[in-house]
């Protein structure tokens, strides 16, 4: 049997040259999102990739301790080049599930929670193809219950992600602004919270996580 209260949570963090202009905002939300889940009860672990065209696929950190992530910072995080998610996603999928089959029935974690962070839509992958996605994340999603989750300040982006798999409810649009972003982080943090709580059965945003960024584009328009 899967380990009890124990997650892992797995970010595909986008670090593409059009991230620049969020590239601070990017980082701040990231470190609150890192300061909440460390303040929870239970255990949980944490894999930290970005992806850009020049390394579709940089771990920062796998499956490590939610308590020994560090912090973001401008060092770590320096956006570059283009787009290639769907390489970015097929890896990370198989890596995860990788690391899964590796770990012992008893070690491994009774929640996975698999959070895409992007601003635009696909446009360098090589290896992966959107029917391939697809397949692979419905086929974690029915048969082993992962949770998929994609955020994006790119309404197409979005839309897009509706035909690799990700359900509209638990897809949100963030407003290339400061607090924009801050709001997605913090609503991201907020649903994850949660689902390790128990308090839901899945990681999916409400009307008012939606509002908030509505409210935010108005503002900004």
Known sequence: MPKKEYTHITII?????????????????????????????GFATLTLVQF???????????????AQVPELTRQTFVPRASTPLLDALGRGINDLEKSLSDLADEERPDKIIFVVITDGQENASREFRRDQILKMVQEKTEKARWQFVFLSADLDAVDEAM???????????????????????????????AYRNNASDQVAFDDEDRAQQENERKRNT
Do not use: C
């Not at 986008?14 to 009860?41: C, P």
């Not at 407003?175 to 649903?191: E, K, L, P, V």
């Open 52 to 66: 850009d065209s020049q390394d579709p696929y940089e771990a920062l950190h796998q499956f490590r301790p939610v």
């Open 163 to 193: 035909h690799i798999g990700f359900t509209a409810a638990q897809s949100l649009a963030f407003d290339r602004s400061q607090h924009g972003n801050a709001a997605a982080w913090h609503s991201i943090s907020n649903r994850i919270t």
């Open 13 to 41: 963090l986008d670090r593409t040259g059009s991230m620049e202009a969020i590239r601070d905002d990017t980082i701040g939300g990231f470190n609150a999102f890192l300061k909440s889940q460390k303040e929870l009860g």
